[in-house]
């Protein structure tokens, strides 16, 4: 049997992407947790997703008619962070390539 834990533990040393509320995303190298996946983060990164228009970078309002697109914006760079278990939704062994998408065939 896996446990979920079994995962965040194998993930120790290594990158990982943790998405939290509000939009918001840690991504840095594991270094602790606990049973209730309060995560040590070391030379992390804090992200925020925004919303802007396909032919604008700001965060202006959209234009109408012009499809929107999610931008991910670096907030800040720490050495050591302490992500709360109450913000995580889910967490990314490995880290995520913003670049890349996952096609959904390849998923299963």
Known sequence: MFLPLDLVAKSV???VTVFLAHQHEA????V??????NLVL?????YVETVVTAGDSSQGAPHHGEPLRQ?????GRYRRM????HHVYMIVPGG???DAAVQ???VM
């Open 32 to 37: 602790a947790f606990d049973s209730t996946c």
């Open 82 to 85: 302490l992500v709360n278990s």
């Open 13 to 15: 040393g290594s990158v």
């Open 71 to 75: 931008k991910r914006l670096l907030v």
């Open 96 to 98: 995520v390539n913003p």
């Open 27 to 30: 991504e840095g190298t594991l």
């Open 104 to 106: 959904p065939s390849s």
């Open 42 to 46: 070391e030379n992390a990164r804090h």
